[in-house]
């Protein structure tokens, strides 16, 4: 009995000892979590909730640290994303949805009324009246209205310049009247009436159904449905088809409405062209000006492309989880999500959301560049 004793009593100093040690390691966690700072913060969760902050506010959080400038830096937000506008079928309620804050604005434009919407560049909308062959420039935020002479467009694919409020201004035209001979029309805010002049192919060129043009570098680029360039100069009123072979696709990506799933955009001087397929993931190629080759993009280092038939648009500096993807004109999930492609995670989101461009109303909606105040328009 007293050896048990004896053994028991050995047995507490030890025991003791790890109740000290247990407390004291509690004691040391619990105090380097009280001297932890928000520096301390993971980098992906930095980034996260950096990214929801507006540009004023990025700056003054990325002076708190060198961490923080760091994640500030990366998820920083000079441009504001454009927004999707929708054309009612019915009524004269527009809506406007903002890819980067997922929320959807209203605004009555009763001066649209049985119009279709054209192209879109730097906030301006050009529309066509059919039943009275009206063409017209509209600001849908400003109300600003800009008349052109009355045209006729049917199957002609059309762009313009820049902001009709420029001088330099010019709306394009182009159709096929067969595959050697191109009907060319121009016009100008102020003209009179549109100059239509026939230019001759020297390679076939049969215009895209909807619209797969951009102005870039002072010329008109258009993509054919079967893929090759025609370049059009508005000051020296020349039309040329590029001896440029077309980009080259997979054989599944020639299946049905094949001719829709491909978009064109222009970004600081370079031309690009997204081909899509329902099956398969999105191409991007960028034409080599100075050899005529397209090549394959496996990124967009840092860019956002958004895509619709009519018009196409491309940005820089928006937040991080936006880069380096294409967001296309259509939202699913009750207008929450956009569905969008990455480049850096070769998916689509939202998961499974590949779409086939043919079950979509090519006037149904188009992106537009967002009014500067966004208080006066909210």
């Known amino acids: 009995m007293v050896g048990r004793k004896r053994r028991k009593v050995k047995l507490l100093p030890a025991r003791v000892v790890d109740d000290k040690t247990t407390t004291t390691t509690t004691k040391n966690k619990k105090v380097k979590l009280e001297t932890q700072t928000w520096s301390d913060l993971p980098i992906e ?3 996260l909730i950096l990214c929801h902050l507006s540009l004023e506010d990025n700056i003054r959080s990325s002076v708190a640290c060198k961490r923080w400038n760091t994640a500030a830096i990366s998820v920083r937000v000079v441009n504001q994303s454009p927004w999707l506008m929708y054309f009612p079928k019915f009524g004269n309620m527009y809506e406007f949805y903002d890819p980067a804050q997922r929320k959807t604005y209203s605004l009555e434009l009763p001066e649209l009324y049985g119009s279709r919407v054209c192209y879109t560049r730097d906030g301006w909308l050009l529309l066509y009246r059919p039943t009275t062959n009206r063409v017209f420039f509209f600001d849908p935020f400003s109300q600003e209205v800009v008349k052109l002479p009355r045209f006729e467009l049917t199957y002609q694919i059309v762009a313009f ?27 100008h805010p102020g003209a009179t009436e549109w100059v239509t002049v026939n230019y001759q192919n020297r390679l076939p060129f049969v215009s895209s159904i909807w619209n797969k043009i951009v102005f870039c570098n002072g010329f008109f680029y258009c993509l054919s449905l079967t893929g090759w360039l025609g370049v059009f100069d508005p000051m020296e009123r020349t039309w040329n088809v590029l001896a440029v072979p077309p980009p080259k696709c997979p054989e599944n990506f020639f299946a ?32 080599d000006q100075p050899k005529m080759v397209w090549r394959e993009m496996k990124t967009l280092d840092g860019m956002t492309l958004f895509a619709s038939f009519l018009s196409s648009h491309s940005r ?25 492609y990455s480049l850096d995670d070769c998916r689509y989101y939202p998961c499974k959301q590949c779409y086939d461009w043919g079950e979509q109303d090519p006037f149904e909606n188009i992106w537009i560049e967002p009014p500067e105040d966004l208080s006066a328009f909210i």
């Not at 064109?264 to 034409?287: A, Q, R, W």
């Open 45 to 47: 969760l930095l980034e």
């Open 161 to 187: 310049s820049c902001a009709p409020t420029s001088n330099t201004c010019v709306v394009f035209t182009v159709r096929h009247v067969s595959p050697t001979i191109v009907a060319i029309s121009t016009c």
């Open 256 to 287: 049905k409405n094949w001719w829709k799933g491909k978009f064109m955009s222009e970004h600081n001087g370079d031309i690009l062209v997204i081909y899509t397929c329902c099956s398969e993931n999105p191409i991007i190629f960028k034409l």
């Open 316 to 340: 820089t500096d928006l937040p991080g989880m936006m880069r380096n993807s294409v967001y296309f004109s259509k939202v699913r999930f009750f207008g929450k999500r956009c569905i969008s």
